[in-house]
Every structure is written in C-alpha cells, then in structure tokens.
C-alpha cells in the first residue's frame, strides 16, 4: 500500500484555538481516509475523500483533498475537549496508518 | 449489537506463553485483519483474509498464526509469547480488500501485556 506520512505527530491545543493536520504522499493518491481514535478507543472511519481538491466539511472539521492529489489537511476550529484523539489518515490499501497525529487540549 | 467484536479486552501473560485473541463481524463482510498498533501509535496490519482466505501476510514472525474458520470469524494464536509482543491487536473488516476504496470498521482492540 502507498505510505502517507503526517504532520505534526503531536498537537497541543488551547480550547477554542484552530488548528492543521497534514498528510503527505509521494506518489498521487486515487483516494484517503481520514479516521479517528480516541484515548483507549479504536479508530473509526470519519469521512473518504476521492476527487481532486475536494473539500468535505463535518460540523467544525474540514477536510481538504490536495489538486495534485498527494496531500491531504484535517482542519478543525473552535477546538473542544471532545476532539482530543489521535487522527490518521490512511491512502489507498490502508495496510498501514503511520503514526498520526495526537491531538491533546488544554482547557 | 457490535459490529466487530475481540475478546479477550485486556490480556495480562507471562513470556514464553501461548494466547488467542478471538474476533467475529457480524457486518456481513468478506474481509478482515489483524492490525498491532504499537505505544507510539503506528498502526501496521499483520494479516488479511478474504473469505476465509490468507491474502496478507506481512513481516510477522511465524509465531502468530491466524485462523479464519469462516468470512465472520477471525482468530490470531501467538506461540511463545515475548516482551516485544506487548501491543494493542485490532481486529477490523470491511466489505471488500482495503485495495479499494472501503472502509475499515475496527474492533475495541486487546491490550497483551507480556510480563
């Protein structure tokens, strides 16, 4: 399966603040997942993205499909405690999801 | 009601020991997996079957057997258990091989502890 990488691996976020996460391929990707895992959770599926810089919205989180298919962003606004969790993003075949990234809020 | 079920939840062993981590789906799907997710939070698959057939089989010592004795069912057993087995397993399935553009439904995972 094609690699994803993602930046940051770890997010510290005041409550209420915005913040990015990216995921990044070398090679164009024909789709990308993003999903989530709460602390002692396991993940769950949160929305696929497929065409070229698609955007996909889900209450405060956006979710941005790069023009050259090779990124993708996880962007969420008004950070709420019920967003801590570790978010991965995951390329076509999903063998492996990299480390994610971990997103902490401080209230 | 759960969609993707593993028992045991938590599994406390000693080294050298033998374990099974049980999974069944009851999603009607073909495929399922065996993913280690390690204390930095990587996630890697480790086995794949479709239909009860092995179709992933990554780097993974032969000390893990997976077993699927039908599509909703899949088991994994580790032999001589070692310190560095010490992990969250997940188990997931989908519809279809995760070549395509199905999603992934995840187990609660199994906390090993080798001690």
């Known amino acids: 399966g094609q690699q994803v990488m993602q930046i940051p691996q770890y997010q510290h976020v005041q409550e209420g603040e915005d913040f990015t996460t990216y995921c990044n391929s070398s090679t164009t990707l024909s789709n990308i997942q993003w999903y989530k895992q709460r602390p002692g959770g396991h993940p769950v599926f949160l929305i696929q993205?497929?065409?070229?810089?698609e955007v996909k919205k889900q209450k405060r989180l956006t979710f941005q499909f790069g023009e050259a298919k090779k990124n993708s962003s996880l962007h969420i606004t008004a950070t709420q405690t019920t967003d801590v969790g570790t978010y991965f993003c995951a390329g076509p075949g999903k063998l492996s999801f990299g480390a994610g990234t971990t997103v902490t809020v401080r209230a | 009601d759960t969609a993707v079920s593993q028992t045991p939840k938590y599994l406390v062993t000693q080294m050298g020991n033998d374990k099974s981590i049980k999974c069944e789906q009851n999603l009607g799907h073909d495929t399922m997996y065996w993913y280690k997710q390690d204390s930095k939070k990587f996630l890697k698959i480790m086995f794949s079957?479709?239909?009860?057939?092995?179709?992933i089989n990554e780097t993974v010592p032969n000390r893990f057997s997976p077993k699927s004795p039908d599509k909703a069912h899949l088991n994994l057993h580790i032999n001589s258990l070692e310190l560095g087995d010490s992990a969250v397993y997940f188990c997931?399935?989908?519809?279809?091989?995760?070549?395509?553009?199905?999603?992934?439904?995840f187990g609660s995972g199994t906390q090993l502890s080798v001690l």
């Open positions: 993205l497929v065409k070229s810089g």
């Open positions: 997931a399935s989908s519809q279809t091989p995760a070549s395509t553009n199905e999603k992934l439904f």
């Open positions: 079957y479709n239909n009860k057939e092995l179709i």
